[in-house]
């Protein structure tokens, strides 16, 4: 598997690691310079550093076939889905991971540094169904995309996880009534922080969905044709999508893997869509920074 880099400034793409492990998910730190990655091979958390262009271990114990991560917008927390602990989050310093809860103490949300898990789904045998994670800083919950349930989930600072949107029926619907829409497979999500809106990679349905929130949540915008599979390029409502997967974002540019083999661009200002990459190979996860976008393939 290759992690590799385009620049947005000149198109340029480097090759950054290569490893014979299966990378299961990226996500770029700006507090480290690096991209941490699930390496689902060996159970671990790594760090690949892009000032010193090698390998940081990040290693918690009890790591089981990890999975989706990604990091508070602060960069100073990760949060890690794996087969044997659900969702877990934890604080970033030096070279190593430490698990942190939250509780309150005279209504005042305190952190604390601990041993076990923020946040456990055994409960409710949700671990192998998760297939992306976003945390929101100022909402203080855990977005949660259930693939084969159809829905988003999500997760409260205690652990108990929510119904957030979808009504867990395959197929396409929308509605003012977040119970009431309808998804076919949701993957990837992401949080535009300067908008304040969750965007949903609808796979099955090959569009881009996109909730905001004023004095209560609703969808907002649908980009691309619902059910209409195809790779057309330019303004947002005309063009078309193939089975999107994993997204990410910086500012107001939403980065989409589309068709497995293809890096697409949502410029949200102009409401323009735009082809940046793509290839013969499987592309599997992303994230970008400012002025990258950072991806593995198989």
């Not at 690949?48 to 917008?73: A, H, M, R, V, W």
């Not at 671990?127 to 203080?140: E, H, L, S, V």
Request: charge should be positive; include cysteine.
């Amino acid at each position: 598997m290759k992690l590799n880099k385009l620049s947005l400034k000149d198109n340029s793409i480097e090759k950054l690691m290569e490893t014979e492990d299966f990378v299961f998910s990226i996500a770029f730190c700006k507090e480290t310079n690096g991209i941490f990655y699930s390496n689902f091979s060996k159970n671990n958390i790594s760090m690949f550093s892009l000032d010193k262009k090698n390998i940081i271990l990040y290693k918690e114990d009890n790591i089981t076939f990890p999975k989706s991560i990604c990091l508070s917008q602060n960069h100073n927390r990760i949060f890690l889905e794996d087969n044997k602990n659900g969702v877990s989050g934890f604080y970033i310093k030096s070279s190593l991971l430490f698990s942190w809860t939250n509780s309150y103490s005279n209504n005042k949300l305190e952190s604390q540094q601990i041993s076990r898990n923020i946040i456990s789904m055994d409960h409710i045998n949700l671990r192998t169904k998760a297939n992306c994670i976003q945390y929101i800083d100022g909402f203080n919950i855990v977005f949660v995309s259930r693939y084969k349930n159809n829905s988003i989930n999500y997760i409260d600072n205690s652990g108990r996880i929510y119904n957030f949107i979808g009504n867990s029926k395959p197929g396409f619907c929308s509605s003012t009534n977040l119970s009431n829409i309808s998804f076919n497979c949701p993957t990837g999500l992401c949080f535009v922080n300067i908008i304040n809106e969750l965007f949903v990679a609808d796979t099955n349905n090959h569009i881009i969905r996109s909730f905001s929130k004023n004095k209560e949540w609703k969808e907002s915008k649908i980009i691309g044709i619902p059910t209409k599979e195809g790779e057309q390029d330019g303004d947002c409502n005309k063009s078309t999508f193939r089975f999107p997967s994993e997204i990410c974002s910086f500012d107001e540019n939403i980065f989409v893997i589309d068709d497995c083999k293809k890096i697409r661009k949502i410029d949200v200002n102009k409401n323009e869509i735009k082809t940046i990459y793509s290839t013969t190979s499987f592309i599997k996860s992303i994230t970008c920074d400012k002025e990258n976008v950072f991806w593995t393939e198989i």
